[in-house]
């Protein structure tokens, strides 16, 4: 086996893992064509195909029934502090240690962000299923929650749909 092919072997043997173990995954649309400009990343990027990846990973969830809730590339996740909320707004893409100045969090700063994530997801769902009806979910700019047709079959008032679920 080659190591493209080992790569989307293993892929696929985390992306099955991911999706059968979670009911519910959230992803952070990560802007990779401008982080494709960034000589510094677009190496490593590239190396690890975030994008096949992620498609794998959709279509595991489809398949096994399960939610995706992507969040913005703008919702700052690295610089939030997964515990208190301060922003370090000086963080560097070199400090792989998150350090709080604030509460004193000291975390990696993969697992920092990826606490953000959840958080951010979860709530973004929240407000979609409390708060808005499908024409407003339409028209507000939250996106990327897969897939759609959970979303899409709750009408305004109806408590049918989420029962199914
Ligand atoms: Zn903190």
Redesign the pocket.
């Known amino acids: 086996m080659n190591l493209k092919d080992m790569r989307e072997d293993f892929y696929d043997k985390v992306s099955t893992a991911i999706a059968k173990q979670y009911d519910t995954i959230v992803i952070e649309d990560l802007n990779v064509q401008g982080m494709m400009q960034n000589h510094h990343i677009a190496k490593s990027l590239s190396d690890v195909s975030f994008y096949s990846f992620k498609q794998k990973l959709l279509y595991k969830a489809e398949k096994y029934g399960k939610n995706i809730i992507e969040i913005g590339r703008f919702d700052p996740s690295s610089k939030i502090?997964s515990?208190?909320g301060?922003i370090k707004h000086d963080l560097k893409l070199s400090d792989r240690i998150y350090h709080?100045d604030?509460?004193g969090?000291t975390i990696d700063r993969d697992h920092n962000a990826s606490k953000n994530i959840r958080k951010i997801g979860l709530i973004k769902v929240g407000s979609v299923r409390s708060e808005l009806t499908p024409v407003e979910i339409a028209t507000s700019g939250l996106y990327g929650i897969y897939p759609y047709r959970q979303m899409s079959v709750v009408e305004a008032g109806s408590s049918d749909a989420l029962a199914e679920r």
């Open positions: 502090c515990r208190c301060n709080c604030v509460c969090l």
